[in-house]
């Protein structure tokens, strides 16, 4: 069982829906939860970074955790075009600079 | 965010050659860099740990002979793919963090090895 597991997609939702993705994982150590979107030939860029369990609002994007279940989600309201992208969920264990362990990425595809 | 830069953002070389990519950390200091390979349609693979005035520590199965790291001041680190083959042709992305528990990525460097 991979340390973490995040469908691939592609996901095609139109433009102005609520998209919902995920991660589940098996490491019951993890505590830091990240979120990256990643366009086409760039960099991963951060979105939202959690601690533990609970919510996270930032604009039109909302971060998950759930420990008990070890499943994390990524809410994005209104969807727009340009959310159209790789969505990367990574995670690591302590703080400081520890290492990220990264889901494969799920491709959104927003359409107008 | 922090900003993190890398150059080149693209190169092409011939197979034997040498090629060494950069990452800086533009507003903050980095005592720690990280470097990632991603093919296509895959997920980053860290491939090691930058520790500025100190060896790198590479991940299982990373030729350390082949990936150069060279962690020289706290903003820059240096990547050297050596005697460079075609397999060796990804996309090479560097991260550092400002803050204990987020790092910012580059925007990746496009190894292409003829």
């Known amino acids: 069982q991979k340390e973490v597991e995040q469908d691939p997609g592609p996901l095609s939702v139109p433009e102005g829906a609520i998209v919902s993705l995920n991660c589940t994982y098996s490491?019951?150590?993890?505590?830091?939860f990240m979120w990256y979107r990643q366009y086409s030939r760039k960099g991963p860029e951060l979105l939202m970074y959690?601690?533990?369990?609970g919510n996270k609002e930032d604009g039109r994007f909302t971060a998950q955790v759930d420990k008990s279940s070890k499943y994390i989600s990524l809410f994005i309201r209104d969807s727009q075009p340009s959310d159209s992208a790789t969505y990367l969920c990574?995670?690591?264990?302590?703080?400081?600079?520890?290492?990220?362990?990264f889901g494969k990425g799920t491709m959104l595809l927003v359409s107008p | 965010g922090a900003v993190v830069s890398q150059h080149p953002s693209w190169v092409i070389c011939k197979s034997g050659t040498s090629v060494k990519i950069e990452c800086r950390s533009l507003?903050?200091?980095?005592?720690?860099m990280f470097w990632y390979r991603q093919f296509p349609k895959q997920s980053l693979m860290l491939m090691a740990t930058?520790?500025?005035?100190?060896?790198?520590?590479?991940e299982q199965g990373v030729e350390k002979d082949k990936f150069l790291i060279n962690h020289a001041s706290l903003t820059l680190s240096t990547l050297t793919v050596t005697s460079a083959h075609p397999e060796d042709s990804s996309f090479y992305i560097c991260?550092?963090?400002?803050?204990?528990?987020?790092?910012?990525f580059g925007p990746g460097t496009r190894l292409l090895v003829l």
């Open positions: 991260s550092a963090g400002p803050a204990r528990e987020t790092q910012y």
């Open positions: 490491n019951s150590a993890f505590q830091y």
């Open positions: 959690t601690y533990s369990s």
């Open positions: 990574a995670m690591t264990r302590f703080s400081g600079y520890s290492t990220l362990t």
């Open positions: 507003d903050f200091q980095a005592t720690t």
């Open positions: 930058s520790n500025e005035g100190s060896k790198a520590t590479y």
